[in-house]
């Protein structure tokens, strides 16, 4: 559910209340799905929206001007593939069965929240599903026509073949055999193009595809032409498929010299010379046949990625020369505890690519454990040198859930990675049926950095301008928390999630609201007009104890309470309205500032601010989306800009990125800027723009 919570879920209502409708964004919301909503109360209006982008379309119970039935009908004419769930107050068989006779793809409780956010983010990931495997269709489509014409171009004799039977061949391939057009070879037996002479091994070998295994990858014949001419070839075979049916590819190469020479070339094709190994060419192809076999349900293969640790400290003790000498008894160590069915490549300059077959999860990870053991164990002789190495090992088990050669690599690669981080010398698994355990792991250890954060002042400030386009007085920052990792800070978005979870967030609040003020107290002694924007986590304003506090704080420190704006997501105080409202008035009482991030996302953003006295409005990141190319986004801002005003509210356009933005921005009528156009975040406060 992950990665459908990462999209934007473009959601029509079809509800007569605008609560009601409110409070089914928020607990789709509320389940970290970004939503884009919009709401209709008839046909008519839902044939207008539909022109629009639409992922979701939510029936409420409560519709009075359209049923079911007719929803489904406009949707069906539309042509386009969206998803339609009946929302009801109660679950019964008989309304089950009858939403689903009348169009809807499943019956959502809105009244029960965990079970329509299952339902709607299940029925946009199958959506999400369905797009995607129409885009690799087409792809898959464009590719194979452009595969005919290459092969159609090329001047090696190519053919498919199909159960025995021909289903294409190239040009080069019929004239080898002699053929005019393609119809007179098309349903050809390819045992037909073989000589009496060698036709009974070549029926061993269909007999072996026909079992689904693996061709020979080269096989010499005597060929046989239309005209019954024979001249000696040497036919290559690859599993392939052709408009989604498996097949083999056959190239026929007419002997014109030595077999064993056009062998041994051949074999030069896939070797490393170095090494002795293949090449990373040729184990490339490899691991896709190894991941397709995987997917069909081949259980018993894994890939290793070894690399040796520190080689660079290792090549200052042998040289660039010895190198090549190290390397060959490096691949010597991996062949001798290698089993015949393994596949070995040399994939880079110091790393090592295995194909395990034949070896479950659990056998493949010892395997990898024995390998890392004997580098430790041996001693390699370069020269008069001799050498001490060790290994780290990632492993990434195949399973029918990998999503392609590349995701293989690269999660070996992480996992090799990750025992090089830990000091190296070991092997690291990457399993998705464990991921789960290691979540909870990474969670715990998020858990003791959080705390740990908190205690010894681990958490970073960063500073960006917010820039007024009409001239107000002073200088606006808003305030952004990182905290302090091994190589580099880290964002929010990796660390508050856990923090959420094991009940840091108030802690967090009080840190970064402590620590702004003391920022605050020396802008004031420095005579520096400084106005900061705090964000605050969901928590805060449920919290009865934080504003006592915070008040005890601007007291002591002697700093007013107007130097200070409190930021809250707009969907986040719909959620919480009684709780948001009473902690904005005593913001108030307090003389700070409150304002609604994300604004005008949801059905009715004006609407809450007769609720919640917001003092500045930033609006949703989505409407600076091509911004100088979108009339309907520039509009947008130009009426919640005017809409403010009226109300006396200042509006704040986050996350300018470029200066045609910018001249647009200021035509509207928005009254502060923010971005990494002016100025990226930063340690320290500047207002020099350049």
């Not at 473009?10 to 799905?33: F, H, K, M, P």
């Not at 997501?569 to 994300?598: D, I, M, N, W």
Request: charged share 25%; with cysteine; aromatic share 8%.
């Amino acid at each position: 559910m992950a990665k459908a919570a990462d999209k934007v879920l473009r959601v029509l209502l079809i509800e007569d209340s605008v609560e009601d409708a409110e409070q089914v964004i928020s607990i789709l919301r509320n389940a970290g799905i970004a939503v884009r909503p919009n709401r209709v109360e008839d046909g008519d209006q839902l044939k207008a929206a539909l022109d629009a982008a639409t992922d979701l379309v939510l029936l409420s119970p409560k519709a009075k001007r359209i049923g079911l039935a007719e929803v489904s009908a406009i949707i069906s004419k539309s042509g386009k593939d969206l998803c339609l769930l009946q929302l009801v107050d109660s679950l019964t068989q008989d309304i089950v069965i009858k939403s689903l006779k009348e169009g809807a793809r499943d019956v959502a409780l809105r009244t029960v929240p965990e079970h329509l956010k299952a339902i709607a983010l299940r029925e946009f990931e199958n959506l999400t599903a369905r797009r995607n495997l129409r885009k690799i269709e087409a792809a898959w489509r464009e590719s194979e026509r452009r595969a005919h014409s290459l092969l159609d171009s090329s001047r090696d004799p190519i053919a498919y073949v199909h159960e025995g039977m021909h289903v294409y061949a190239n040009r080069a391939y019929l004239e080898m055999f002699n053929f005019e057009e393609f119809d007179e070879i098309e349903g050809l037996a390819i045992l037909d193009l073989i000589s009496p002479k060698d036709a009974a091994s070549f029926r061993n070998v269909l007999k072996t595809l026909s079992k689904g295994e693996k061709p020979p990858e080269r096989l010499n014949v005597e060929a046989q032409r239309a005209d019954g001419s024979t001249f000696d070839a040497v036919m290559e075979m690859a599993e392939a498929s052709i408009e989604g049916e498996p097949a083999t590819q056959i190239i026929f190469r007419q002997q014109t010299g030595s077999t064993e020479l056009a062998e041994q070339l051949d074999a030069l094709k896939r070797q490393d010379l170095v090494t002795g190994l293949y090449n990373r060419q040729h184990f490339l192809g490899e691991l896709d046949r190894a991941v397709a076999a995987a997917v069909g349900g081949k259980v018993d293969q894994s890939l290793l990625y070894i690399e040796i640790d520190n080689y660079r400290k290792v090549l200052d003790q042998i040289g660039v020369s010895g190198a090549d000498l190290l390397l060959g008894d490096v691949a010597s160590l991996l062949k001798s505890l290698a089993g015949e069915s393994d596949i070995m490549a040399r994939f880079a300059d110091h790393a090592f690519t295995v194909i395990a077959v034949g070896r479950n999860h659990d056998t493949a990870a010892q395997w990898a454990e024995q390998i890392r053991k004997r580098f430790e164990e041996r001693i390699f002789e370069v020269g008069e040198r001799s050498v001490s190495l060790n290994a780290s090992v990632g492993v990434c088990f195949l399973t029918e859930k990998v999503a392609g050669s590349a995701m293989v690599l690269e999660k070996a690669n992480e996992a090799c990675r990750s025992a090089q981080k830990d000091g190296g010398n070991r092997v690291v698994s990457f399993d998705p049926a464990a991921q789960d355990k290691a979540d909870a792991a990474k969670d715990r250890e998020w858990a003791e950095r959080i705390k740990t954060a908190i205690e010894k002042d681990k958490f970073i400030l960063f500073y960006q301008p917010i820039v007024s386009l009409q001239g107000a007085d002073g200088e606006f920052f808003e305030v952004l928390l990182r905290l302090e990792g091994p190589s580099g800070e880290i964002l929010p978005g990796q660390f508050l999630p856990p923090a959420e979870r094991f009940g840091f967030l108030p802690q967090i609040d009080r840190w970064v609201i402590e620590h702004v003020i003391r920022v605050l107290q020396e802008r004031i002694k420095q005579g520096r007009n400084t106005t900061f924007f705090v964000k605050l986590t969901p928590p805060a304003i449920e919290d009865g104890t934080l504003l006592p506090w915070l008040a005890q704080q601007l007291k002591a420190a002697r700093v007013p309470g107007d130097k200070l704006v409190f930021e809250m997501p707009e969907s986040k105080v719909v959620t919480h309205l009684k709780q948001a409202k009473f902690f904005q008035k005593g913001l108030e009482q307090l003389r700070c500032g409150f304002a609604l991030e994300q604004f005008g996302s949801g059905l009715n953003s004006f609407q809450l601010l007769k609720h919640v006295s917001a003092n500045y409005v930033k609006l949703d990141r989505s409407y600076m989306t091509d911004l100088s190319k979108s009339q309907e986004h520039q509009q947008r801002i130009r009426d919640m800009c005017e809409q403010a005003r009226g109300l006396g509210r200042m509006t704040v356009a986050e996350f300018v990125e470029d200066a045609a933005s910018m001249s647009i921005l200021f035509q509207v009528g928005v009254n502060f800027v923010q971005g990494n156009f002016l100025q990226e975040p930063q340690r320290t406060m500047s207002y020099d723009f350049g």
